[in-house]
């Protein structure tokens, strides 16, 4: 037996309950307005160029719809795989359920499929693969190819070829972030389009690696120092891994939420007063990523714990425009004094748990704010309300109206009782 195989049987026979499938419509609806919103964006007109909803292939559109879900950093997170599962599994899910017309219900039940092999395949890289590697990318083909091993009925020894094909196509490094370039939405469109060529050709039975995660020249191998195979397979009667993902209610890197969320706490108690000296401390890995003093362009400012934090206390919010040059001109006296360091109490919980300590000092005054869990995330969820006002502000940059959008977000909650066609995704698309 191989982990692949047993990652397989897993999957298909975890209990599947109404409420999940809620919770797996409520990701979709979340994904959906990420990607939509992006449309007139740099990076998704390029895109646009290649690939998009109407193109007549499902890989293609999974393409089109994943680079798309991740441009604007307000897609999903699960913590401990270090994962944005839906950019991925969504988009590859939605395009084989058009194309097959398969019912809402099972378009859902392939997304739960899809997040448990991303982020439990996410579970297993070890701390360091993240250092080069974007989890997202290289773990998300999994989910992808999972997603659409369910829509595509395929047999288990062809669920296990789709995977095994999936993570051989496996990429995607960090370096963009030291340019600013746009790679890390290729990195989505890719994961998706790959999960789905890795499936049909499974299908035709074209074969896979079964020991493509555990083998000596497999995965873990080639792309993880300090893996961890068994939690591959841990907690198999646990909740699904859906479950536990965040919601990201801010607009930029993961990573610099709980700091969001601490420097907010700042702001109502400082009650106007200014910092002489601000002090943020979390884990390496998010300075790793989101150490950057003084960015000059948006993306650069999504990814700064400095410039997030600075403009959360001074303007006690974090919006779209907060990461524009007239928000990092107004926040650069404030980053200027925030400095960075490593909690060793943060650093052992992550990636189980992504904490912050913000402190500002007023004179000979410090406060600080500590947060162990941010806003979005399970312990602290976006009711259905909240993701619903989300959605709406995001769909309306793609001009829908309020009604429009609640209409979708409703059309796409009731999935879950629908054993006709899934028709959502042709006509919103196409729309916007």
Request: proline content about 5%; hydrophobic content about 45%; overall charge negative.
């Amino acid at each position: 037996m191989t982990l692949t195989r047993d990652l397989v049987r897993l999957i298909r026979t975890k209990p599947v309950a109404d409420a999940d499938l809620e919770r797996a419509a409520g990701f979709v609806v979340d994904t959906l307005a990420c990607a939509l919103a992006a449309r007139d964006t740099a990076p998704a007109k390029a895109i646009a160029t290649l690939s998009s909803w109407s193109t007549p292939d499902s890989g293609r559109r999974a393409f089109y719809f994943g680079g798309l879900a991740h441009i604007l950093e307000l897609d999903d997170l699960h913590r401990t795989s270090v994962t944005h599962p839906g950019t991925v599994v969504v988009p590859a899910a939605a395009a084989l359920a058009e194309t097959l017309q398969a019912s809402g219900r099972d378009f859902l039940i392939s997304v739960l499929h899809g997040y448990e092999a991303c982020c439990r395949v996410g579970n297993a890289v070890g701390k360091a693969h993240y250092r080069v590697w974007h989890n997202t990318a290289t773990c998300g083909t999994f989910g992808a190819a999972m997603a659409a091993a369910h829509l595509l009925d395929l047999s288990e020894d062809q669920a296990v070829w789709a995977l095994g094909n999936a993570g051989t196509q496996s990429g995607g490094v960090w370096e963009f972030l030291s340019a600013g370039a746009m790679s890390k939405h290729l990195h989505t469109a890719r994961a998706a389009e790959s999960g789905v060529i890795a499936a049909l050709l499974a299908r035709e039975g074209f074969t896979g690696a079964d020991t493509i995660l555990e083998g000596e020249k497999g995965f873990f191998a080639a792309l993880c120092p300090d893996p961890l195979p068994h939690a591959v397979l841990a907690d198999a009667d646990g909740p699904w891994e859906l479950v536990q993902t965040s919601i990201k209610p801010w607009p930029c890197c993961r990573h610099t939420h709980p700091a969001i969320d601490a420097a907010l706490g700042l702001n109502s108690r400082l009650d106007g007063a200014t910092p002489d000296e601000i002090r943020v401390e979390t884990y390496r890995a998010a300075l790793d990523v989101c150490d950057r003093p003084d960015p000059t362009e948006p993306y650069g400012a999504k990814f700064s714990l400095q410039h997030c934090v600075a403009e959360a206390i001074r303007a006690g919010a974090v919006t779209t425009s907060s990461f524009d040059g007239d928000h990092r001109a107004a926040a650069r006296d404030l980053r200027a004094i925030t400095s960075l360091g490593v909690d060793p109490a943060i650093e052992a919980a992550y990636p189980r748990a992504w904490g912050a300590s913000v402190k500002a000092r007023v004179g000979d005054i410090w406060l600080e704010e500590r947060r162990a869990a941010c806003k979005g995330d399970p312990e602290n969820p976006l009711d259905r309300e909240e993701l619903t006002v989300k959605a709406i502000e995001l769909l309306g940059l793609a001009d829908f109206d309020s009604g429009a959008a609640r209409g979708l977000i409703d059309e796409i909650y009731a999935l879950a009782d629908r054993k006709a066609p899934v028709a959502t995704f042709q006509s919103v698309f196409l729309r916007a």
